[in-house]
């Protein structure tokens, strides 16, 4: 059982692990081995997996580790598609599948992997605690800029491939340079989210947060629709003296819609381009944790309705087994006539109803009809009743519209058959192209539908005469 050093503010899982074998004189590779039972684990920098094992060893709590040590919760927040399978490969010890849950292969961030650093906090933490550190707000993917003193963070690049190394801790020393003004508000707005992030059990969708706030600022039209050209055109204005240090992550332009359009839409994206669009759209992270809370009221509001929804549809049913009529269950449950009717019908439930054209024989011979695959306008002329009543009898029976669609198919299956065999029959000599380009609508129904029998109908494949054949 080991003992890690105490975490220091915002400090780093693997900067602790480094520290602790700093101090304690033990090997790295008797860590791991320890550990996860093997010495060749390489733990990444801000991702750091196998946290299950590391808290069983080091009598630590999991989830306090990925919550507060690591940058799951921002990649989560960012990813909510991958957000269960990056939360679930962060407790295994399988390094490498979290790190491709967390999509950073596709974002293309166009850097090795390191650490980075800021000069003051080093200063700062030396002279507060003694010993530098790595913090998880600095290494944010994208973010250079200390989100605390607005400097530029310096890039230690990682070159071995086992990153757990003996005095791996920041250096003091290095030249202080600082950053522009929005990539300071990008950073000192990447600091407030994860320690929102940090506290908050409920990941909200950020596309949902996205329009919600668009809407609430004006950027969407009364339908609905994104206001592309206003967006843009304000939000590469906040965002002109950006530097560009990595082209990928930034806007080629306020015409570049489809950079705003990624971001809206349910796709993975860099998390610095969310940080970015976040600070302009938001600005404040207590507006996230507000409407995180209104959601959930929403939520728990909806869920009233539903249960509210089903008791009346019980409500309904009680009263027309009980053999009450459809009007007054209507006026017992505020429920229209053709609510109460579609309901019986879908719960076998019979009606006392004096029907004059839908009796119970021309109801069971429409579906008959239907059963049989007969067209709706079909089966409303022979039964002399209108294709709507045809329509609702066909979508209350269970399993007639899948019987009707495979009806169908089986319909259009034997027309192109039919058709192609017929060609085939009239032209002896027919080979596979010109059989495409006489019958290519039946042949390319039945090369995505039916393809083994188009394979075994179809006339043997000639070999290609080439370029330079000659004939004999």
């Not at 799951?72 to 991958?82: D, K, N």
């Not at 004006?218 to 629709?225: E, V």
């Not at 939520?299 to 089903?310: H, L, Y």
Request: proline letters at 3%.
């Amino acid at each position: 059982m080991y003992q890690l050093p105490k975490a220091l503010p915002d400090e780093l899982l693997l900067s602790r692990l480094i520290r602790f074998i700093t101090i304690s004189g033990i090997s790295s590779s008797e860590f791991l081995q320890t550990c996860f039972g093997s010495k060749r684990i390489s733990l990444h920098p801000f991702l750091t997996s196998g946290l299950s094992s590391i808290a069983k060893v080091c009598n630590e709590d999991a989830n306090l580790l990925l919550k507060e040590q690591t940058l799951a919760p921002l990649f989560c927040f960012f990813l909510p598609a991958h957000s269960q399978k990056l939360n679930r490969m962060m407790f295994s010890n399988n390094g490498a599948k979290a790190f491709r849950a967390s999509q950073l292969a596709s974002f293309g961030s166009g850097r090795s992997l390191g650490l980075k650093l800021c000069p003051i906090c080093v200063q700062h933490d030396l002279v507060t605690h003694g010993v530098s550190y790595w913090h998880r707000s600095h290494q944010v993917p994208g973010v250079d800029t200390c989100g605390y003193h607005g400097t530029d963070l310096f890039f230690h690049n990682l070159t071995q491939r086992q990153r757990l190394i003996k005095r791996l801790l920041p250096e003091h020393g290095i030249d202080i340079q600082y950053s522009s003004s929005i990539e300071c508000k990008v950073a000192r707005f990447s600091n407030r989210l994860l320690r929102l992030l940090e506290t908050s059990d409920r990941i909200v969708k950020i596309t949902d947060a996205y329009h919600y706030f668009l809407k609430e600022k004006g950027y969407l039209t009364h339908s609905g629709r994104v206001r592309r050209k206003v967006v843009m055109q304000e939000f590469c204005q906040c965002i002109a003296n950006h530097s560009e240090k990595n082209p990928a992550i930034i806007p080629r332009g306020h015409t570049d819609f489809r950079y705003i359009s990624q971001l809206l839409g349910s796709g993975s994206h860099h998390p610095y381009r969310h940080l970015m669009f976040c600070t302009w759209l938001i600005g404040d992270v207590c507006k996230i944790s507000s409407y995180s809370q209104e959601l959930s009221v929403d939520i728990d509001c909806s869920a009233e309705k539903v249960s509210r929804k089903e008791s009346i549809a019980d409500k309904c049913l009680a009263f027309l087994k009980a053999g009450m009529s459809m009007a007054n269950v209507s006026r017992e449950t505020g429920k229209s006539r053709c609510y109460i009717k579609r309901l019986a019908l879908l719960n076998n439930v019979r009606i006392n109803l004096k029907p004059k054209l839908l009796t119970q024989p021309v109801v069971d011979a429409i579906y008959e009809l239907a059963h049989s695959g007969f067209h709706r306008r079909e089966i409303a002329r022979r039964c002399n009743v209108g294709i709507g009543s045809v329509e609702q009898i066909i979508s209350n029976s269970p399993g007639l519209t899948e019987r009707r669609k495979l009806c169908h198919f089986e319909s259009t299956r034997r027309k192109h058959r039919l058709l192609l065999f017929n060609h085939l029959n009239f032209n002896i000599n027919a080979t596979r192209k010109s059989v495409k380009n006489d019958c290519s609508a039946a042949f390319f129904w039945l090369y995505l539908n039916d393809r083994e029998w188009l394979e075994k109908t179809l006339p043997k494949a000639k070999a290609p005469k080439g370029r330079y054949h000659r004939g004999d």
